[in-house]
């Protein structure tokens, strides 16, 4: 049981390129998230998805994009990096009737140069 | 718009020093508040989950209270291995996002 696997680990991206963050959830989860943490703003919500086919936009989407294909993968699309979009991402899941939290991801540490 | 506000944002104890750790938050009606810990260079690892004022929820050295405006997480007897970021996050009835406060690093010392 992997849990939530985030890949890659770390990506260094030139300003204007774009990439995707890999997210695969073992567990049949229905929810799932996707977060950026800098220093000093704590975890900041870009997109969700509670189901495969729907996704909706968080506190903070703009210069990402998210599709929800299955229930195991939600993807996460820079579509032209910014140095603004230097920061770790955390893709998160969880069940939809459990009483439990999100389970995270390790993160992908991004830097954008 | 939902705020969570955390305090202290650093802590230092001693060893077997106990403490508490602040959570107040906004939200319309809540659904769920979440305690996580996050360990530097991994994603956060569930802790407890409150849903009414009045609700404890424990776990080893940690218990976890909620009030109608705030949530304290209190440490007693803390370990090193204790020492890690502990966050707090509110979802409200209407739907299923979190969301997070800042977090309170904690450092307990041998």
């Known amino acids: 049981n992997a849990g939530v696997t985030q890949t890659p680990k770390f990506q260094v991206l030139k300003t204007g390129q774009s990439m995707t963050l890999q997210c695969a959830q073992d567990?049949?989860?229905?929810?799932m998230s996707w977060y950026r943490q800098d220093p000093g703003m704590g975890l900041r919500l870009i997109h969700y998805s509670v189901g495969a086919g729907i996704t909706d936009q968080g506190e903070v989407p703009n210069g990402y994009n998210v599709s929800r294909s299955t229930t195991e993968d939600f993807p996460l699309r820079l579509l032209s990096a910014a140095p603004s979009q230097t920061s770790v991402y955390f893709c998160a899941s969880r069940t939809g009737w459990s009483r439990e939290g999100y389970t995270f991801g390790s993160g992908t540490r991004l830097t954008v140069v | 718009e939902d705020q969570v506000t955390q305090s202290p944002e650093a802590l230092r104890l001693q060893e077997g020093e106990s403490s508490s750790l602040n959570c107040s938050y906004t939200?319309?009606?809540?659904?769920?508040l979440f305690w996580y810990r996050q360990d530097p260079g991994k994603g956060p690892e569930f802790l407890f989950t409150l849903y009414s004022a009045g609700e404890e929820k424990e776990k080893e050295r940690l218990k976890a209270t909620l009030t109608k405006k705030e949530s304290f997480l209190h440490i007693t007897a803390p370990k090193p291995e204790d020492s890690a970021t502990y966050l707090c996050?509110?979802?409200?009835?209407?739907?299923?996002?979190?969301?997070f406060g800042e977090g309170t690093q904690l450092t307990v010392n041998p």
């Open positions: 996050a509110v979802q409200e009835t209407s739907g299923s996002r979190l969301t």
């Open positions: 567990m049949n989860h229905e929810y």
């Open positions: 939200v319309s009606g809540l659904r769920g």
